[in-house]
C-alpha cells in the first residue's frame, strides 16, 4: 500500500511537471505563429520532437510491436483533433474562455467513464471537479460571458483530449509508455504535414533565431518531454488524478504570461487559482483509503 502511494505521488508530480510545461504551450504558439502557418509549425514540432526521442529511446523501439504501433496511433489521432478543434476554436473565441473550455476535460473524463464502465466518481471527486472549474471559470470567464461557436469547437477538443487522457491510461499498462508516448508524436506530425500540402499555401522554417528557440521549446519541452511525462504519470497515478491536474493549465498560462509578458493578475483570477488548487488537493492528497470509485454491479 505505502509503495502504491508512492507511486501516485510520484505520478502526480510528473502530471503537474506535464502541465506545467504546457502551460507555457500557449505564449510561444502565439509567438511562433507570426512566421509560420498552423499546419506547418504542427508537423516540423512533432517532427522534431520524435526525432529527439527515437535517438535518445532508440534501444527501447527494439521491443516495439504491432499492437504498440496501432495504439500509439490511436492516441496520435485522438491529439491531433483535439488540437485541431483548439486552434479552429481559438480563432472565434478569446484565449481565457479557450482556457476554461479546454478545463472541462476534468469533466468529460470521468463522464465517459461512466457511460464505458458504469464507474460514477464519489462524492469527493466530485467535489473537486466543481471547485477547480468554478476556480478556471474565475480566472477565465468575463462578466457577462456566452457561448459562441468558438468555445463550442473548444469544448469538442475538451471532449477529444479526454478520450486521448483515458486511452493513455489504458494502454500505458499495457506497453512501454515511452514508446507509447513518443511513437504517438511521429502520428501527429504525418498529420501535420497532410494538412499543411491540402490547406496551406506554402511550407517553410522559421527565419528567425527567436521563432527557432520557440519551435524548439514547442518541440522539444511540450511535444517531447511533455508527452514523456504525461504518459508515465498516467500509469503510476488514477485517471481521476492526472485530469484534475491537467484542467489546473490555466493557472500556469497565467502565471507564465505575469512572469514572462508582464500581464498583471487580477483579484479575481487569484481567487479562481486559489480554488484551482483546493480542488486539485482535495484529490490527490493522502487519504487513508484508497477507494475513490463506486463500481455498479452488472
Same mark, same amino acid.
Given at each position: 500500500m505505502a509503495a502504491d502511494r508512492k507511486h501516485i505521488a510520484l505520478g502526480d508530480l510528473m502530471m503537474l511537471a506535464a502541465t506545467m510545461i504546457f502551460g507555457a504551450m500557449t505564449i510561444f504558439s502565439k509567438q511562433i505563429l507570426a512566421e509560420l502557418e498552423v499546419f506547418n509549425m504542427v508537423a516540423l514540432r512533432f517532427l522534431i520532437a520524435f526525432a529527439a526521442c527515437l535517438a535518445v529511446f532508440h534501444k527501447r523501439y527494439s521491443r516495439l510491436d504491432k499492437e504498440t504501433f496501432l495504439h500509439s496511433g490511436v492516441l496520435g489521432t485522438f @491529439? &491531433?483533433?483535439?488540437? @485541431?478543434?483548439?486552434? @479552429?476554436?481559438? *480563432?472565434?473565441?478569446?484565449?481565457?474562455? /479557450?482556457? &476554461?473550455m479546454m478545463s472541462l476535460v476534468a469533466f468529460f473524463t470521468p463522464l465517459i467513464i461512466l457511460v464505458q464502465e458504469r464507474v460514477v466518481p464519489g462524492r469527493v471527486q466530485i467535489a473537486s471537479i466543481i471547485i477547480t472549474l468554478v476556480g478556471v471559470g474565475l480566472m477565465c470567464l468575463s462578466p457577462g460571458f456566452s457561448l459562441n461557436r468558438g468555445d463550442l469547437i473548444c469544448v469538442m477538443s475538451a471532449f477529444f483530449y479526454s478520450f486521448q487522457m483515458l486511452y493513455t491510461e489504458?494502454? /500505458? %499498462? *499495457? %506497453?512501454?509508455?515511452?514508446? @507509447?508516448g513518443t511513437l504517438q508524436l511521429a502520428f501527429v506530425s504525418v498529420y501535420g504535414f497532410i494538412f499543411a500540402l491540402i490547406l496551406e499555401d506554402s511550407f517553410r522554417l522559421p527565419v528567425s533565431a527567436a521563432g527557432w528557440w520557440q519551435l524548439l521549446y514547442l518541440a522539444l519541452g511540450c511535444g517531447a518531454l511533455g508527452f514523456i511525462f504525461q504518459t508515465s504519470a498516467e500509469k503510476l497515478s488514477p485517471t481521476s488524478h492526472t485530469t484534475l491536474i491537467y484542467a489546473s493549465e490555466p493557472v500556469f498560462v497565467a502565471l507564465f504570461s505575469f512572469m514572462m509578458l508582464g500581464e498583471q493578475i487580477s483579484i479575481r483570477q487569484m481567487a479562481g487559482i486559489l480554488l484551482v488548487f483546493i480542488g486539485v488537493w482535495i484529490t490527490v492528497r493522502p487519504k487513508k483509503t484508497d477507494e475513490e470509485l463506486i463500481r455498479y454491479a452488472d
Open positions: @491529439l &491531433f483533433v483535439s488540437y @485541431l478543434c483548439m486552434v @479552429l476554436g481559438c *480563432k472565434y473565441t478569446t484565449a481565457s474562455n /479557450a482556457g &476554461f489504458r494502454y /500505458a %499498462h *499495457k %506497453h512501454d509508455p515511452i514508446v @507509447l
